[in-house]
């Protein structure tokens, strides 16, 4: 098991709750990376975000849910890497356990990382760790750019923005005008 799925295994007792248990991790499953949005209908009402990168889900909360018109920002908080099993599961979380409620899958499809640093293209792990990711997504509901840019890191705490663009130059220059320009290209 990926060391990236120790948070989750470690808030989750898998005898009570019905979400997937990571399974042998390899060198990734073969085809386009996917994602998938969740409506979850937990304590609070929100949406999880999740990108399929390298082993793993990686994972945000998204309080109002993807925007869907250009230009609009959305809060995003980063939360613990999910399986890829993940990416298929629906069901209802049991009282007492972490996520308690249902989850029910709102979008799923393909998307593309297009991200950039000058001319050159940045894997997404490495646009993940440095915290500016752009992606094209071409799910049933969701289509087109979008731009994850983390704007605060405290001790518990990773704050993005998911950002809906037109294209992507567009993904680049608004990130720069939210972020203050994290990236020398990025105008």
């Known amino acids: 098991m990926s060391g990236r799925l120790d948070q989750y295994v470690a808030r989750r007792d898998f005898d009570r709750t019905p979400e997937p248990k990571p399974g042998p991790r390899g060198s990734g499953r073969k085809g386009n990376p996917r994602f998938v949005v969740q409506e979850h209908d937990a304590r609070r009402h929100h949406f999880d975000f999740r990108l399929e990168i390298g082993d793993v889900l990686a994972s945000w909360v998204v309080p109002r849910g993807p925007a869907s018109e250009s230009g609009d920002r959305r809060l995003a908080l980063r939360m613990e890497d999910h399986p890829l099993e993940y990416v298929d599961f629906e ?3 049991p009282e007492g356990e972490y996520g308690a409620g249902k989850v029910k899958t709102w979008d799923i499809g393909a998307f593309e990382n297009i991200t950039t640093a000058g001319n050159q293209s940045v894997p997404a ?3 993940l760790d440095e915290g500016y990711l752009v992606v094209r997504l071409k799910g049933k509901k ?3 750019c979008y731009a994850l840019q983390r704007t ?3 001790d518990n705490e990773e ?3 998911l950002i809906r663009t037109r294209d992507e130059g567009d993904s680049k220059a608004i990130a720069a005008r939210h972020a203050g320009g ?3 290209d990025a105008g």
């Open 91 to 93: 069901g209802e979380i």
């Open 125 to 127: 792990t490495s646009a």
């Open 142 to 144: 969701l289509h087109g």
């Open 152 to 154: 605060e890191v405290s």
């Open 159 to 161: 704050r993005w923005l």
């Open 182 to 184: 994290l990236r020398e």
